[in-house]
C-alpha cells in the first residue's frame, strides 16, 4: 500500500480543522503539537480518527480479523515514520505526553497486541522502513523490519539461486516480529531458526538512542534475537547470516485419512523424523476434508517434506527410513527452494512476484496455541485428537506438526531466549480460523478443548509455548500498573524457560520505567 507523502505540519492543520477542531481544545494537542514540532520537514504522516484514510491504513496491516471489529480498541493516531529521527520523535512524543507506544511490522500478531491496547496508545508502523539489500559474496543482508518474509526471499532469490534463509513459510509476515521472537521454518533442522542467523541489528531504545550490536552490547543483542525486541525498543534493520541451498531441491506430499491407517502412519512418524538426515525437514498437518462419500467429512493427516537434495536421492531415503509412508515418485516434484516456500505456503510456485504481493492469503479471524512434544503419542491418543477435528468449529482448524531434531537438537537452549530445542520432537501449532463473529466462541472453546486434550502429551514439568504464537491464554501483565516477576513468570518461563531470567533483567537495564511494554512483554524488576 502506497500512503501520500508530505509534511506532517500542514496535514496536522487540516485534519484539526475539521469540525472546528482546533490545536487549543484538541483532547490530545500537546502529542500532536510535539510530533508536529519535532518532524516538520519530514515525509512521515499522522493518520487519526479525522483523517479519511486512518481506516485502510489501520486495517492495511491486520492479519487476524478478528482485531477488527467496531468495539475493538482503535489507537489514537498511526505514525508511519520514514527516517530513523522519526522513530525517535514518536518515541520521545508518546513517553511526554501519556501513550503507549504499540509497534508493528507485518500484522501478524495472532492476538493483535502490535495494533490493539486497553490503554491510551498510538501505533508506530513500519510500513515503510522495507528495505532488503543482499551482500551474496560475504552471504549477508541487511532487512529492515517492515519488509515482509517474502520479500526478504524474494530480494535473496533475484540475486542468487545457492543462498536462502531459515525462516518461516508464510511470506505476509514481517520480518521484525518474526526475526525478534525466534522464527522457525522449513529449513529449521538443517540451520536453526531465523534468530540464530542475526549477526547485527539497529533499534532505537526508549531514550532515543541509535543502537548497534557493539553499543548495545552482548546482553541486549542476545535479548532481541528471540526474546521479543518490542519489549526493549524499536528495531529498524537486521543484519542476517544467510545459509547455503542447493539449486534443485525436492517437495513431497502424501495424504491419508482416517480410514487410510493415517494414525499408524504418524505413530512411526514422530518415532523416526527427528532422526532422519538433517537435509529432510518433514511435517503433519491435520485436518478435515471431504470423504469419499457423498456429504461426510473425514479426518487428513497430510505428510509433507523438504529435502535438499534430488528426487533420487530422496526416494530410497525414504523407503529404508520410514516405508510406511508409501512415498512414491509422483507425490514428489522438484524445485528451487525459494519456490519451496511457496509450495508450503500453498501458493503457486510461479511466479515467484507473488512474494511480494501483502494481500495474496486471505485474512480471517483465528486464534492459536502452541506446544513441544517430546514424549511420542500413542495411537489412541493421536486419533482421539484427530476425531476431535470432526466435532463443530473445526471446518477452518488445522494443526501443522513440525519435526525438530537435526540442527535443533546442536544449539544450547540459552544461546538465545529461543529455549526450546534438544529433546524436542516435534512442534505443535494449532490454529482455528472463521468467517463470522457469531462463529468466535464456538471455535475458541473448542481450541481450548484441543490444547487441554494435549495436556497428557505436550511437555510435562513446564507446557512450552512458542513466543511467536502469542496465547493471552497463558497469562498477561496488568493493564495498569506493576507487574511482578512472579506473575510475569507464569507465561514467560512457557515461552522462554530459564532465560526469562535473563531476559528481565536486560530489560530492567535498558528500559528501566517499563516504556516499551504489552500485554505478554518482558516486565522489568521494580518495587510495587
Known amino acids: 500500500m502506497k500512503f501520500l507523502q508530505f509534511s506532517v505540519l500542514p496535514f496536522l492543520m487540516v485534519i484539526l480543522s475539521v469540525s472546528g477542531a482546533n490545536l487549543t481544545h484538541h483532547p490530545h494537542r500537546d502529542f500532536l503539537r510535539c510530533l508536529s514540532l519535532r518532524i516538520e520537514n519530514s515525509c512521515t504522516i499522522t493518520y487519526t480518527h479525522n483523517n479519511p484514510s486512518y481506516p485502510s491504513v489501520l486495517n492495511a496491516s491486520i492479519q487476524n480479523t478478528r482485531f477488527s471489529t467496531p468495539t475493538t480498541p482503535k489507537p489514537y493516531a498511526i505514525i508511519t515514520p520514514r527516517k530513523t529521527s522519526d522513530v525517535q520523535s514518536t518515541i520521545f512524543c508518546s513517553k511526554n505526553h501519556g501513550f503507549q507506544l504499540r509497534i508493528r511490522s507485518g500484522g501478524h500478531d495472532v492476538e493483535g497486541v502490535s495494533y490493539v491496547s486497553q490503554v491510551p496508545f498510538v501505533v508506530l508502523d513500519l510500513v515503510n522502513f522495507r528495505d532488503v539489500k543482499v551482500d551474496t559474496k560475504n552471504e549477508v543482508a541487511w532487512v529492515q523490519s517492515g519488509a515482509t518474509t517474502g520479500e526478504l526471499y524474494y530480494g535473496i532469490a533475484a540475486k542468487t539461486q545457492t543462498l536462502g534463509f531459515p525462516a518461516g513459510i508464510c511470506h505476509t509476515i514481517g520480518i521484525g516480529g518474526h526475526l525478534s521472537g525466534g522464527g522457525f521454518g522449513i529449513l529449521g533442522r538443517k540451520y536453526g531458526l531465523a534468530a540464530d542467523h542475526i549477526i547485527d541489528a539497529k533499534m532505537v531504545d526508549a531514550n532515543g538512542r541509535v543502537l548497534h550490536r557493539k553499543s548495545m552490547g552482548e546482553d541486549l543483542f542476545w535479548a532481541i534475537r528471540g526474546g521479543g525486541g518490542n519489549t526493549f525498543g524499536v528495531v529498524l534493520a537486521w543484519k542476517i547470516k544467510l545459509v547455503p541451498v542447493p539449486p534443485v531441491v525436492t517437495v513431497f506430499t502424501v495424504n491419508k485419512n482416517l480410514e487410510q491407517n493415517a494414525t499408524k502412519i504418524f505413530h512411526r512418524w514422530q518415532q523416526i523424523a527427528h532422526k532422519l538426515p538433517n537435509d529432510l525437514f518433514t511435517t503433519v498437518w491435520v485436518m478435515k476434508v471431504n470423504s469419499s462419500q457423498v456429504g461426510k467429512k473425514t479426518v487428513e493427516a497430510s505428510f509433507k517434506g523438504l529435502f535438499l537434495g534430488r528426487i533420487d536421492e530422496l526416494i530410497p531415503l525414504i523407503q529404508y527410513a520410514f516405508p510406511e509412508l508409501g512415498l512414491a515418485r509422483e507425490n514428489c516434484t522438484q524445485m528451487s527452494w525459494v519456490q519451496s516456500v511457496l509450495y508450503f505456503g500453498a501458493l503457486p510456485i510461479e511466479p515467484v512476484e507473488i512474494l511480494l504481493n501483502r494481500s495474496a492469503l486471505p485474512r480471517l479471524s483465528l486464534k492459536a496455541k502452541t506446544d513441544y512434544i517430546r514424549e511420542p503419542m500413542s495411537e489412541a491418543g493421536f486419533e482421539g485428537f484427530m476425531n476431535m477435528f470432526l466435532e463443530e468449529g473445526t471446518d477452518l482448524a488445522i494443526t501443522m506438526m513440525e519435526a525438530f531434531g537435526g540442527k535443533m537438537d546442536e544449539i544450547r537452549e540459552n544461546e538465545i531466549p529461543f529455549p526450546h530445542r534438544s529433546g524436542v520432537l516435534f512442534e505443535s501449532v494449532y490454529i482455528v480460523q472463521w468467517i463470522n463473529e457469531e462463529d468466535a466462541g464456538l471455535c475458541i472453546n473448542w481450541m481450548r478443548r484441543l490444547y487441554n486434550y494435549m495436556s497428557s502429551y505436550a511437555s510435562k514439568s513446564l507446557r512450552e509455548a512458542y513466543y511467536n504464537y502469542k496465547d493471552l491464554d ?55
Open 474 to 528: 497463558l497469562g498477561i501483565n496488568n493493564v495498569n500498573g506493576y507487574t511482578s516477576y512472579e506473575q510475569a513468570s507464569v507465561w514467560g518461563l512457557k515461552y522462554f524457560k530459564n532465560n526469562f531470567k535473563r531476559l528481565v533483567r536486560v530489560k530492567t537495564m535498558i528500559d528501566p520505567t517499563n516504556f516499551f511494554s504489552n500485554e505478554q512483554s518482558t516486565p522489568p524488576l521494580l518495587s510495587p
